[in-house]
């Protein structure tokens, strides 16, 4: 486990993808399996903000699963950059009060990711 501004690495992100039609449309959705305190992840279902896995973003020539996980390694360490968050408390707590957010990130990660 690897600390990233609170957040512990240690959950995998699950991808759902069209075999049909991937690489031509991006993965339909990703999300986390295990609970994560972000602004970038939706803390009920562990969805992730993935604007760049649609159109326009989404390119069948340049991207491809491991430039989402660039993505989404690139938003757990810069949470306060969220573009789009769909945490809007942890983005507040993120960007106003950043010890109570790291706080609470490491407190999830002890929760549910052990």
């Known amino acids: 486990m690897r600390e990233v501004t609170g957040v512990q690495t240690c959950a995998l992100p699950i991808f759902d993808i069209d075999p049909t039609t991937y690489p031509q449309v991006g993965p339909k959705g990703v999300r ?3 609970r994560i305190y972000h602004p970038g ?3 009920a279902s562990g969805k992730i903000c993935t604007q760049f896995t649609e159109p326009p973003l ?3 020539k340049n991207c491809n699963l491991s430039t ?5 390694l690139a938003l757990m360490k ?3 950059e969220a573009e789009e968050p769909i945490n809007p408390v942890a983005h507040a707590q993120c960007k106003n ?3 109570v957010f790291a706080a609470l990130a490491k407190d ?3 929760k549910y990711a052990q």
């Open 32 to 34: 986390f399996l295990t």
């Open 41 to 43: 992840v939706e803390e």
């Open 58 to 60: 989404w390119d069948p």
């Open 68 to 72: 989402v996980v660039q993505h989404i």
């Open 78 to 80: 810069s949470p306060q």
């Open 97 to 99: 009060e950043p010890e």
């Open 108 to 110: 999830y990660t002890h």
